[in-house]
């Protein structure tokens, strides 16, 4: 994760700022300046450590006391001579500088701890050199003025704040390809110069996280790597002092609240960017839920309106059939009616020739039977037929139900997707169009079969008194002769019965008629439903994949936005404020590490009335 892009120089300065922020100087009448030599060994102990003393002042020094524990004190740029008790030592100086050393046994307050390596092996000073190979010198330096100081109500560690420059010279003949971890390293073609500034003791003072601590690079520690042609020992010399500039003019306390109300913003825009995708999901999910009901309910009404089209086809193509049929029926009825006419006219005729009339009769008497049974299934078919047209016609309501479903959808949709809801209601004016084409045809067929189902009942009605008086004029044949009177009697109700017949012919023959009309019309319309339905289908299909799609962005977008928030911008909010929590910290120790650094001014003492400083300078002997 990408850290708080915080520029390193700012970084640098503000903390540098926090800690030595009016770090001001006190005049004093009478100063003293120490430079502390100390010479080292090629593995950094001391060998010797001499104190040079500057004491100065605007007027002449005269007689005055001053605290120090040196050994071997002398005057260096004068005749004056020391009266030293313990570690007092008075002066008579007739000028305004006096310039005196000594030596000290004191420990000094940085430490150089210098280690060797050719080849990767560990060697002395003394074994590496005039040797060739890959060499390492590590420079390591630590703060020896440890105090403890209490901060925020509790003691904690803290050094005496050294500012340090290291700087170690090469013999270009005898080094190249030289390398380094931090400082800078120049190179003129004779000699090669590393130099590198550090605060020993920086760090633990500061109790940094290691973040900010790697930022800042508070390396207490020098490693330089390279190539030895017969190694040559390196001038290494370290300066060190307490004192550090005073810096002006940087504000502390805005940047850090900017940045920490920056990290707050960034925490909320992301709860509210992860609350907006949380939403949408749940939108597109119950759109994409109830839209898979929709289309399922799409499909069915498209293998309904198939299934209902190949049924009125077949009713249709059998309509003309029926019609045939019907007319067929009814010129064999006036047949039958001019015949009887006939009939009757003979029937004195029939009686004088019974047996005759007997064998003619029995034909016409099969012939009625069978007229009289197919009038009755014909009857019970028309009544079943009417029956499935009314079906029909209610489920001309389902598809009305259908377009008011798509009219709800679309109006539900009106604002997340106005394309798909104008689609929508164009599919419902479809099916109502078809709903009502269907209805009006189905009510014409209705009407036709209507009538039809009339006059079939009718002749049912007449073949059945045929059929009941034919048979009983046949049983009774035999005593035709006898009962002439009784014949001629039946034959003038099977007069009446047939002329009845051949007017309930005719309305079935019109019927029929007007039945194979509604049925056409009817096929007509059913084609337009599937068409309708057809289309219906496919488009559900595409919008259903396009909210699946939908859906599955919206998901795939909470969970970005979940990682987002949980991994990055949380992260980010917690890791910031920490750092932040650091930097902020420093205003803590700020005080204190001020404090050390003024306190910390003189290596082998100081009069009350002085005001000091001293350096540090220290070099291996080479």
Do not use: H
Not at 183 to 189: A, P, S, V
Not at 220 to 228: H, K, P, Q, S, Y
Not at 308 to 327: V, Y
């Amino acid at each position: 994760m990408k850290r708080i892009n915080l520029p390193k120089a700012s970084i640098a300065t503000l903390t540098t700022l926090m800690i030595f922020l009016n770090t001001g100087i006190c005049f004093a009448d009478v100063k003293k300046e120490e430079t502390v030599y100390a010479i080292l060994n090629n593995n950094g102990s001391v060998e010797k450590t001499i104190v040079s003393t500057w004491i100065n002042s605007d007027e002449k020094l005269g007689k005055f006391t001053d605290s120090s524990n040196l050994k071997n004190i002398k005057n260096v740029k004068g005749d004056e001579k020391p009266v030293i008790k313990d570690d007092s030592v008075e002066w008579n100086v007739n000028k305004e500088d006096l310039y005196y050393q000594g030596e000290s046994s004191k420990k000094l307050p940085i430490d150089v701890d210098v280690k060797y390596e050719l080849n990767g092996k560990k060697v002395s000073a003394k074994e590496i050199t005039g040797k060739s190979g890959k060499f390492k010198i590590t420079i390591d330096l630590k703060n020896n003025e440890k105090r403890i100081r209490k901060v925020n109500g509790k003691n904690r560690d803290m050094y005496v704040p050294f500012l340090t420059a290291t700087e170690v010279l090469f013999e270009r003949d005898n080094f190249k390809n030289i390398k380094i971890n931090s400082g800078e390293l120049l190179d003129d073609g004779k000699k090669s110069s590393v130099t590198f500034a550090s605060f020993p003791g920086l760090r633990e003072s500061l109790d940094l996280s290691k973040d900010i601590e790697d930022y800042l690079e508070l390396e207490d520690t020098l490693v330089i790597e390279g190539n030895a042609n017969k190694f040559k020992m390196p001038n290494i010399m370290v300066m060190a002092t307490p004192k550090i500039p005073e810096l002006k003019g940087i504000d502390k306390n805005s940047t850090l609240d900017d940045l920490s109300k920056s990290l707050n913003d960034l925490r909320k825009g992301g709860d509210d960017l992860l609350d907006g995708s949380k939403k949408l999901l749940d939108g597109n999910n119950e759109l994409n839920t109830n839209f898979a009901k929709f289309d399922k309910g799409v499909k069915s009404l498209d293998k309904g309106s198939k299934d209902l089209s190949s049924g009125i086809d077949k009713l249709n193509q059998s309509a003309p059939s029926l019609d045939n049929g019907a007319k067929s029926v009814s010129s064999g009825l006036s047949q039958l009616n001019d015949s009887q006419g006939k009939f009757s006219n003979g029937v004195e005729s029939f009686v004088g020739n019974t047996n005759k009339l007997y064998d003619a009769y029995s034909a016409i008497n099969s012939g009625i039977n069978s007229a009289s049974d197919g009038a009755n299934a014909l009857s019970s078919g028309l009544s079943n037929g009417s029956g499935g047209v009314d079906s029909l016609i209610a489920s001309t309501n389902n598809i009305d139900q259908v377009a008011g479903g798509l009219a709800n959808i679309a109006g539900a949709l009106d604002e997340s997707n106005p394309e798909v809801a104008n689609q929508l209601r164009g599919l419902a004016g479809s099916l109502n169009q078809v709903s009502e084409g269907q209805r009006g045809g189905l009510n014409s067929l209705k009407d036709g079969m209507s009538s039809a189902v009339s006059g079939a009942n009718s002749l049912s009605a007449g073949l059945e008194k045929l059929k009941s008086g034919s048979n009983s004029f046949s049983s009774n044949f035999k005593s035709l002769v006898d009962a002439g009177s009784t014949l001629s009697s039946s034959s003038k109700q099977l007069s009446a019965a047939t002329n009845k017949l051949e007017d309930g012919s005719k309305k079935l023959a019109a019927g029929t008629s007007e039945l194979s009309k509604g049925t056409n019309q009817l096929s007509q319309g059913s084609k337009s439903l599937v068409n309708g339905t057809k289309s219906l289908n496919d488009n559900s299909s595409k919008l259903l994949k396009g909210t699946n799609d939908l859906a599955k962005g919206s998901s795939e977008l909470y969970k970005g936005v979940n990682k987002l928030k949980k991994d990055g911008l949380d992260k980010i909010y917690k890791e910031g404020n920490t750092k932040l929590s650091d930097i902020q910290g420093l205003v803590d120790v700020k005080d204190e590490m001020v404090k050390l650094s003024k306190d910390y001014n003189n290596f082998s003492g100081l009069n009350k009335d002085m005001d000091g400083k001293v350096k540090f300078i220290m070099k291996i002997n080479d």
